[in-house]
């Protein structure tokens, strides 16, 4: 299993918005709706923000949003705050042998 | 609350063993898969092993095969990592992570830091 493809980098001023991609293949991303975003700070542990391609859990801000068309998923930060400066990875389940695969991770730097 | 607490990092020599564990609270931990998930320094996220409810199915990512084993005690409300036969590129954070369906990772520990050097 490959890993999924991100921009390495994706930067924005405050109150702008800006996009990230994970592109996958027929078997994973464009297959099944079980696509999932992971925000990670410095020195800390990745925190679950968007499940299923759009789902956010509770406590995550509806400024980020999750779609997805075809073999690629994309995650929406709307109204960049200072604190949405970090490494930002998509996940995708990839059928019932699927054993795990993450993208390869998107820095999001607030300008 | 959910929490997961991972421990038993440190340093070791290549060749060498360890074993990680992580405490589980705040639900029911013995209805849920678990996963082991790794971050070498400065790199991404690479998931590693996981483990259904009771322990039936196992799965590996090819590199740790045959050397690394993931194991739980549901009366404990413990996840365990035997890691044997350690490797430099076996260097990384290694996070506990709470494994839903379509491969979702809801909730993550603090992470334990494994570092395999001479």
């Known amino acids: 299993q490959s890993a999924l493809t991100q921009p390495p980098s994706a930067s924005g001023s405050p109150g702008q918005s800006v996009t990230i991609s994970c592109t996958g293949t027929?078997?994973?991303?464009?297959?099944?709706?079980?696509v999932s975003w992971y925000q990670q700070h410095p020195g800390k542990a990745p925190k679950l923000i968007i499940y299923e391609v759009s789902k956010r859990p509770s406590g995550v801000p509806d400024r980020f949003s999750g779609s997805k068309s075809g073999n690629t998923a994309s995650l929406t930060v709307s109204g960049l705050q200072a604190e949405d400066e970090a490494d930002y990875y998509c996940g995708s389940y990839a059928g019932s042998n699927d054993l795990g695969v993450f993208g390869t991770g998107t820095t999001v730097t607030v300008l | 609350e959910v929490q997961l607490v991972e421990s038993g990092g440190g340093l070791v020599q290549p060749g060498g063993s360890l074993r990680l564990s992580c405490a589980a609270s705040g639900f029911t931990f013995g209805i849920y898969w678990m996963s082991w998930v790794r971050q070498a320094p400065g790199k991404g996220l690479e998931w590693v092993a996981n483990?259904?409810?009771?322990?039936?199915?196992?799965y590996y990512v090819d590199s740790v095969k045959g050397r690394f084993t993931i194991s739980r005690d549901n009366t404990k409300n413990s996840l365990y990592f035997q890691m044997n036969s350690l490797r430099a590129e076996d260097t990384a954070v290694y996070y506990c992570?709470?494994?839903?369906?379509?491969?979702?990772?809801?909730?993550w520990g603090q992470g334990t830091l494994v570092t395999v050097s001479s």
């Open positions: 027929s078997s994973d991303v464009g297959a099944y709706n079980y």
């Open positions: 483990i259904k409810e009771d322990g039936s199915e196992i």
């Open positions: 992570a709470r494994l839903r369906p379509g491969t979702t990772w809801d909730y």
